[in-house]
């Protein structure tokens, strides 16, 4: 019998545990990513009023005079242009030029949603568990689809009800799904025969992963996406779905709102019916200022005001979103994971969740599932963000509690401390000296997020010409309604259904 104990002691994991749920730890984690120190001076994005010169407009800001001045790019479709310069004056000059409507600055922070991960012990290939093991949960005639090695700890695909999707006919049929993240183990051969483009948006980095925590958050989403059921390791929701993985993060976790904008007009523009966005910022409801990462010199000092800097950037992204939404692509984004109530919070929100035309996905999971297979999986996790006004729906994310159950138990052979099944199963763990791949197991609403993008590849399987909005409505009419009846702050409108969205 294979052991998978991770090295982790218990009162290490209750320090890691409260700290990161404490909300003076959360008003620190906003604080370090909005002043986080960039690799390069200090980005605005300028919005075009419609039907301008682009071209006079770009000509005219790199004219000013500012210093240490780059022009980066011009979006004609999406009326954006970027550039650079730690010249605080910039601002002011350019929206002084005809034809700008605004100028924002480019924040960039860590986009990590503070999910655990924990990696286990078991690498790609391994015959630890053998075809002919029974589990106690396969009791449904459903599980019957769960022919993959380790499928049977992915009870997300029990809760999402991916099985009987599959029974139906439809595993995602070659609909693009996008997966905007971090960088990706390109290689892992879970995902790699469905996927078909790859980009990063990070300069410096290319989108192969290689991040010295030795988890690629990207590939554990795209692996719940559209993992490959072949009887050998775990299976996506939609597992015959096309991986369209663009990096829009740093293997760090940081990013500006440019990155995050160009891949979705990138996702859009090459065929994604369905755009993942496991990330989240927390753009905050106030003004503060940004340093450009120097400090030491406040001649380079940029006020960031709420009303003009703040709002307009919210203005980019939905342009950004929109334009997603009007050529036939769904978005969809994590929820975030500090147990905010968006009903009330007045301090900042989470984008890029709360953009025009994105649905947010809150996170559920069980609570000693390693114990009892049969207990409900559609707990809401003790991390997600919720809000009435801000949660569309909820899908598998995780659970656990605090303290954590530690208890020792054993599901089909793999052996571990109880709260980690409650977590969502796939890959994305490797080592990168020996370019081996492990599977283990991570919590937050970023893996909440990838079971929806999978439902609604499943839709788009079964209607192609679907578009964003009959998505929308399929997946309110198919969810289930958990928790208070009708929209709740929780559920939103339900939890997602793959069988009853593709009946």
């Known amino acids: 019998m294979k052991k998978n104990l991770l090295p982790l002691s218990f009162p290490v994991l209750m320090l890691l545990l409260l700290a990161s749920c404490s909300k003076d730890a959360q008003e620190v984690k906003l604080a370090q990513g909005l002043v986080k120190t960039p690799k390069q001076d200090r980005g605005f994005i300028i919005l075009t009023e419609q039907n301008v010169d682009q071209q006079a407009i770009s000509e005219a800001i790199s004219s000013l005079g500012v210093k240490k001045f780059v022009f980066k790019e011009a979006n004609k479709e999406l009326g954006l242009i970027r550039v650079q310069t730690p010249d605080p004056t910039f601002p002011e000059k350019a929206r002084k030029v005809a034809g700008v409507q605004s100028v924002s600055v480019d924040i960039v922070q860590n986009w990590r949603l503070p999910e655990r991960t924990f990696r286990s012990s078991i690498p790609y290939g391994s015959t630890a568990i053998t075809s002919g093991t029974t589990h106690d949960y396969a009791k449904t005639s459903s599980s019957a689809a769960l022919t993959d090695r380790y499928s049977f700890l992915q009870w997300g695909l029990q809760a999402v009800h991916a099985p009987e999707a599959w029974a139906k006919g439809y595993k995602g049929g070659g609909v693009k799904v996008a997966v905007l993240d971090g960088g990706f183990l390109l290689n892992n ?30 590939s554990h989403v795209a692996g719940t996406i559209a993992a490959i059921k072949d009887s050998n390791g775990v299976a996506g929701v939609a597992p015959e779905a096309k991986l369209i993985l663009v990096k829009v993060l740093s293997d760090a976790g940081s990013g500006a709102f440019s990155s995050i904008i160009d891949g979705i007009f990138y996702a859009t523009n090459h065929g994604a019916k369905v755009i993942n966005m496991s990330l989240g910022g927390e753009l905050p409801l106030k003004t503060f200022t940004d340093d450009n990462g120097t400090p030491d010199d406040p001649s380079d000092d940029y006020v960031v005001e709420y009303d003009r800097d703040v709002k307009e950037l919210i203005t980019a992204i939905n342009r950004a979103t929109l334009y997603a939404n009007l050529n036939g692509t769904t978005v969809i984004a994590a929820a975030g994971n500090d147990g905010y109530n968006y009903d009330s919070e007045k301090r900042f929100i989470t984008y890029p969740a709360a953009a025009l035309g994105v649905i947010a996905i809150s996170s559920t999971g069980p609570l000693g599932w390693g114990i009892n297979q049969d207990t409900s999986l559609y707990l809401p996790s003790i991390f997600t963000n919720y809000g009435k006004n801000f949660i569309h729906y909820a899908a598998p994310g995780g659970n656990y509690t605090l303290p954590p159950n530690t208890t020792v138990v054993s599901v089909g052979g793999i052996i571990n401390y109880e709260y980690l099944f409650d977590f969502v199963f796939n890959i994305g763990f490797w080592d990168e000296a020996s370019a081996t791949y492990y599977y283990g197991w991570s919590a937050g609403t970023s893996m909440a997020s990838p079971h929806a993008a999978a439902v609604a590849a499943l839709i788009y399987n079964k209607y192609p010409f679907a578009n964003p909005l009959l998505v929308d409505l399929i997946l309110k009419a198919s969810s289930t309604d958990y928790g208070t009846p009708g929209k709740d702050k929780y559920f939103g409108d339900g939890e997602v259904n793959a069988a009853k969205a593709v009946r």
């Open 189 to 218: 051969p879970e995902i790699k025969p469905n996927i078909i483009l790859t980009h990063s948006f990070v300069e410096g980095e290319e989108v192969q992963y290689h991040g010295k925590e030795g988890f690629s958050h990207g």
